[in-house]
């Protein structure tokens, strides 16, 4: 019996290094007792992380899966979970487990296409994974734009690498903007719904959103406005999940599993399933 | 055997409809066997005459129904209450927890209530139809060729025999004679436990609640259990759990829970009426009342809007804490 | 077909007991019954069904999956798992051993719940055909024969007698090494029996209840329906019925402090409690009528989408008989399939 491997079952991860994004996001550093990697993934997919005692949350690898020495989490500090995970400091350990769910398509829907990456918030979180991933194999993608929104300019996450590594890239546009009007700020001020559709891109490209659902509905919305087909727009949900494999039975939407089915799905196959998400 | 029948209720309920004195009735609607009744809202006279049903089975107190159903339903509701709802009914005014004015009580007599478990005990498993002959159920089975004869009263649910009263205490209107209440003897089981070794009241209570699932359908059908948030479903509150982690725990429920509805629980024993392992729930809840009535005189919750209950009311004549312990030891 | 005379039934009883845990449905003083453990003198109960389904044997209400041990910013994860004893369930109903294929399904599926799947390899299902079924009973709407159960052996037990037929071949071992008891015999008897359990069923009230209007791909028609409303009007939100369903499957999985360690268990949920898709920035089924309407998707459209249109509803009848409203999937199926079964 002790030799059968479970899903359930978790490795032990180490926080090497905590960084403070923005006033309620940290980015944690996570790797194996060993130094290594936990396990590999895709650009998308998530894993579960616990602190014995406090519990066990899912989370978006923010890391790209050509980052082959550690991988990252950027987390909003909003719960049981996060709230601990806010107080850790590098040495730190905890558990780790996955991968879990299905990738964004990088290797055959996105290739060779122009590619449009919206996020809201902690909504960068998940893209970034995919983002880095495209910057690293450049010459299998198009021309990439980022739109990235936050309430304020603190609480841009990877404010420096977007500004000191994305924006300087060779045929990477980067459009920022924050909610409401603040010193020191000369970049758009504005929703990301409104800004998307202000900037008026074309359509012949895939599109993907992610950040809170009220902010994924107006965009989708904005891109259908400005001649964008559902079956070019991705996006990424987050329900509630325990065990992450499809059999706790609480994540779905409809016939299909977030943790299983998602967290990756296309926009009109997302129209097909009942709303409740 | 019902007294009052189905169809005045339709018509009363028809009437106060029609007339604009109430939107919609909180009543049972008929299921697919006759014992498997169903609390519904109707709105229509068409609904009251299609599903309406008032019969031995109509066991569900609605008061606690009325929390939500004011809160979310517009205009005036109908409510058919049963004496011991009643008591429910002024516990929850007591306890503001819906307004009185949203409602139209109506006080229907009740013969006592049938526990289905115990028909199907005398009767058998694959009961197709409930009738009645005045004392008798006429029960017909998918095995036997006649119905079966079942003397009402040896199938009366546990809290029936020992109904403590036939008395509404909460009505707008009542319909039928108004009872009284009635002496009976309800904590004479309670009794008997007391009488036990602790060892032995253990091991009852240990065999009992060991059989519990943790459903919660005990705390969500008791009138008493209304908090918004229960703290048992709080994760915040270090003790939300949906199944025992041990044995201590799998207890540790339901005694925290009979000692927050102590001093409010009517003794309408919804609790055990709905446990789906039969566990005598009530008996805890009971303990409390007979402990409460012994150290600080009779009272029963519920009998009038606005009593205040012996643990919330403080007079120079309560018992000294040490005098409940020299009380027992002097007891048992 | 093999047999004993229902005399040599505790013998019988007490020769699988050498080498397995034996369990079986056993009266309570209420009248209902139970799975317990046989031990000398443990008598069969003639009950038609147990309140608690068996599939406590394989998905347990609470079981641990690991502890933990921390010293400082360390963990240590320890394995806590101990192999099951190899079990028998004896007296498994048609439907109840249905549900076994239905858990199988989720637990058995890429990746194995190995907690699942040990529990599995470990024990032997005994089925035994009904002969007295309930008013609430509905199996046969789901394709299932009361009067054929599955499982590793299935009986037939008549006035006098127990028949024997193994399914598997861990149930022909068991039946093997239970020569000494055992005799050949032929199926007539049997047969006889099949016939007039087939005559019962014909009589059931709800023998032409039909799952039309249900199956995959039917969310978009019936997730709207406003009987989900009607429906949904009294839940009282307990688990009841998810807790006594032997198909209802779903768990959470939580962390105890145990004052020196942690132990991470997994406990039985529903999906009919307000918290159980509550996450910590909001709840994507707020209201019953959500959660409600999740059970019977779930189990009449979501579940035969993903798992080649079988249903996850056995027709066991307890949630007919348990939930304190009386509201059910029966009541469900009329309503929303158009079907009223009559």
């Avoid at chain 3, 007490?14 to 009266?27: F, Q, R, S, T």
């Avoid at chain 3, 009950?47 to 609470?62: G, I």
Wanted: glycine content about 8%.
């Amino acid at each position: 019996m002790n030799n059968i491997n479970d899903t359930l079952i978790p490795k032990i991860g180490v926080i090497t290094d905590v960084r403070i994004d923005t006033p309620d996001i940290k980015t944690f550093r996570v790797v194996t007792p060993d130094g290594k990697k936990a396990f590999d993934h895709r650009p998308g997919q998530c894993a579960m992380l616990s602190v014995p005692g406090v519990g066990e949350a899912m989370f978006s690898i923010t890391s790209s899966p050509t980052n082959e020495e550690y991988m990252e989490f950027s987390i909003k500090k909003c719960g049981c979970v996060t709230d601990w995970l806010h107080q850790a400091e590098a040495g730190q350990q905890i558990t780790i487990r996955g991968p879990y769910g299905k990738p964004f398509p990088v290797d055959d829907v996105f290739a060779g296409k122009d590619l449009l990456f919206i996020a809201g918030g902690v909504g960068l979180a998940p893209l970034r994974s995919v983002i880095n991933y495209c910057r690293h194999y450049r010459d299998r993608y198009g021309k990439i734009d980022i739109v990235y929104g936050s309430r304020s300019k603190d609480d841009l996450l990877d404010y420096n690498e977007i500004i000191e590594e994305w924006s300087k890239d060779n045929g990477v546009n980067v459009y920022l903007t924050i909610d409401n009007p603040q010193d020191g700020w000369d970049g758009h001020v504005g929703f990301v719904p409104n800004y998307v559709k202000e900037l008026g891109f074309n359509t012949n490209k895939v599109a993907v959103i992610c950040g809170p659902p009220v902010m994924i509905k107006f965009t989708l919305d904005g891109l259908c406005d400005i001649g964008f087909d559902k079956t070019n727009v991705y996006t990424t949900l987050e329900l509630r999940m325990k065990c992450g494999v499809g059999k706790c039975g609480r994540c779905n939407v409809g016939a299909k599993y977030v943790c299983k089915d998602g967290p990756v799905f296309r926009c009109d196959e997302l129209e097909e399933l009942p709303g409740e998400y | 055997m019902q007294k009052i029948t189905g169809d005045i209720l339709i018509e009363k309920a028809s009437a106060l409809l029609s007339s604009g004195t109430v939107s919609c009735v909180l009543g049972w609607k008929k299921g697919e066997f006759g014992y498997d009744v169903t609390p519904a809202v109707f709105s229509s006279v068409e609904e009251l005459e299609r599903d309406f049903v008032y019969n031995d089975f109509c066991g569900a107190n609605f008061s606690k129904y009325l929390v939500s159903k004011t809160r979310k339903l517009e205009g005036k509701i109908l409510v058919f209450l049963k004496p011991c709802d009643t008591y429910s009914f002024n516990q929850l005014l007591s306890e503001h927890r819906f307004d009185r004015e949203k409602v139209y009580a109506i006080g229907i007599p009740c013969e006592g209530m049938v526990d289905i478990s115990k028909v199907k005990a005398t009767v058998g498993e694959g009961i197709s139809s409930i009738d009645t002959d005045g004392d008798n159920l006429l029960v017909s089975t998918l095995y036997d060729e006649e119905p079966v004869a079942v003397d009402f009263k040896s199938v009366l649910a546990e809290r029936c025999i020992n109904c403590k009263s036939k008395k509404h205490v909460a009505y707008d209107e009542l319909l039928g004679e108004e009872g009284d209440v009635i002496e009976n003897s309800r904590f004479d089981e309670v009794a008997r436990i007391e009488a036990l070794t602790p060892d032995e009241r253990f091991a009852f209570w240990q065999n009992e609640l060991s059989r519990c699932i943790r459903c919660n359908a005990c705390r969500d059908a008791c009138p008493a259990c209304t908090c918004e948030k229960c703290v048992f479903d709080n994760p915040a509150s270090g003790v939300e759990n949906k199944s025992p982690a041990n044995s201590f725990e799998e207890k540790l429920f339901h005694i925290i829970r009979a000692y927050h509805v102590a001093g409010r629980c009517t003794d309408c024993g919804e609790c055990s009426r709905v446990c789906p392992q039969n566990i005598p729930l009530h008996l805890l809840n009971r303990k409390f009342i007979k402990d409460m009535n012994e150290f600080y005189g009779e009272y029963q919750a519920g009998e009038e809007v606005g009593m205040r209950a012996p643990l919330v009311s403080y007079t120079t004549e309560d018992l000294e804490p040490g005098e409940a312990l020299t009380r027992r030891d002097t007891d048992a | 077909m093999r047999k004993c005379s229902l005399d040599k039934i505790n013998l019988l009883f007490a020769e699988i007991a050498k080498n397995a845990v034996l369990y079986l449905p056993v009266d309570e003083n209420d009248g209902s019954a139970v799975y317990k453990k046989w031990e000398d003198g443990t008598a069969y109960s003639n009950a038609l069904n147990t309140v608690r389904s068996p599939k406590d044997f394989f998905f347990p209400q609470t079981e641990n999956l690991m502890g933990f041990k921390t010293l400082g910013k360390t963990i240590e994860v320890i394995d806590t798992r101990v192999e099951p004893d190899d079990f028998v369930i004896f007296g498994v109903r048609a439907c109840d051993v249905r549900s076994f294929d239905i858990l199988d399904r989720v637990f058995l599926s890429e990746p194995v719940d190995s907690f699942y799947a040990s529990r599995r390899n470990h024990g032997i299902i005994i089925s035994m055909a009904c002969t007295r079924p309930s008013e609430t009973c509905f199996c046969k709407t789901f394709g299932i024969d009361p009067a054929e159960p599955q499982g590793d052996i299935s009986a037939w037990k008549t006035e006098t007698e127990v028949f024997f037929k193994s399914n598997t071949a861990k149930g022909e071992n068991l039946l093997t090494a239970l020569d000494g008891i055992l005799e050949d015999c032929d199926n007539n008897e049997v047969d006889a029996q099949k016939a007039k359990i087939n005559a019962v069923m014909n009589r059931l009230p709800l023998k032409n209840l039909t799952t039309d209007g249900f199956g995959g791909g039917k969310t978009a028609e019936i997730f709207d329906s406003p009987k989900w409303e009607e429906l949904s009007e009294s839940c009282l939100g307990c688990g009841t019925c998810t807790f006594v369903c032997p198909t209802c499957q779903c768990y959470d999985i939580k962390d105890f402090n145990t004052g020196t360690g942690v132990i991470r268990f997994r406990c039985w949920d529903s999906c009919m409690y307000s918290d159980f898709t509550k996450m910590a920035h909001g709840n994507n089924r707020n209201t019953q009528k959500e959660r409600f309407r999740q059970r019977f998707m779930h189990k009449l459209v979501y579940y035969p989408e993903n798992n080649e249109e079988i249903f996850s509803c056995v027709g066991c009848g307890r949630c007919l008989s348990k939930c304190p409203i009386s509201m059910n999937i029966v009541k469900v199926m009329k309503e929303i399939g158009g079907n009223k079964g009559e």
